[in-house]
């Protein structure tokens, strides 16, 4: 059997490599996962380079002439270029729909991302770095990601998932995030509100992020 000819490269363990693996998942993609080893500074080395110029994680390749990087702009791709695979809703089915999920991935990356990789920083990477943590910036990006989510409580009492009733990139792209979140006693209680709550559970559980997971596990 041919080795897939989608290539992700990057640690599991990093939020937006993981957030293209989930979506990959979804869409039944095959994919090989190539590890790169950053502590050591692969990302940095000129054959990377070529791949992503800036030297960040993931980096992706789709045979040998397509090349990206960003992680929420592989998975608009891949939903794109693989339609009628996987959860074909994954990306929206009509114009309305598609702008619906881009207005909150949007919103994930302008609003929730920014305060929500701090605390991801500080609560989870910092402590396994021997890196001090900075209680300034705990309290600031709480109290930032505590207002973001109210909006989404709100929204999450409207309608089953962030863009309507079926999950969507808009719902996967907060995956990485809330997952090391929900793990850090500082955090977990920001995402207790009943609705928040609920959609957490329920994005969660899906078989796609389970797998993610084990990939995390197993790095």
Same mark, same amino acid.
């Given at each position: 059997m041919a080795a897939p000819t989608v290539k992700v490269y990057g640690p599991p363990m990093s939020t937006a490599v993981s957030r293209v693996l989930a979506c990959l998942i979804e869409k039944d993609v095959q994919f090989q996962l190539i590890p790169v080893n950053m502590s050591k500074g692969e990302h940095k080395s000129p054959d990377y380079l070529k791949i992503h110029p800036f030297g960040q994680v993931p980096a992706f390749q789709d045979g040998d002439h397509i090349s990206l990087f960003e992680s929420r702009a592989i998975c608009r791709y891949v939903c794109e270029k693989f339609g009628e695979k996987g959860n074909k809703e994954l990306y929206g089915r009509n114009p309305l729909?598609? =702008?619906? @999920?881009?207005?909150?991935?949007?919103?994930?990356? &302008?609003?929730?991302? $920014?305060?929500?990789?701090?605390? /991801?920083? &500080?609560?989870?990477?910092? $402590?396994?770095? #021997?890196?001090?943590?900075?209680?300034?910036? @705990? #309290?600031?990006? #709480?109290?930032?990601? =505590?207002? /973001?989510?109210?909006?989404?409580?709100?929204?999450?009492?409207?309608?089953?998932?962030?863009?309507?009733?079926?999950?969507?990139?808009?719902?996967?792209?907060?995956? $990485?995030?809330?997952?090391?979140?929900?793990? =850090? $006693?500082?955090? =977990?209680?920001?995402?207790?509100?009943?609705? /928040?709550?609920r959609w957490w559970d329920e994005i969660s559980s899906r078989d796609s992020w389970k797998q993610v997971v084990d990939l995390q596990r197993g790095a």
């Open positions: 729909a598609k =702008a619906s @999920i881009d207005q909150w991935l949007e919103a994930e990356g &302008q609003n929730f991302n $920014p305060p929500s990789s701090t605390l /991801v920083f &500080q609560l989870a990477f910092a $402590p396994r770095m #021997k890196i001090k943590q900075d209680e300034g910036a @705990i #309290k600031q990006n #709480k109290e930032k990601l =505590a207002k /973001v989510l109210d909006v989404y409580d709100k929204r999450l009492g409207e309608s089953r998932f962030l863009a309507g009733e079926d999950f969507s990139l808009a719902d996967l792209s907060h995956l $990485p995030n809330i997952h090391y979140l929900v793990a =850090a $006693p500082d955090a =977990a209680p920001l995402f207790t509100s009943p609705n /928040v709550a």
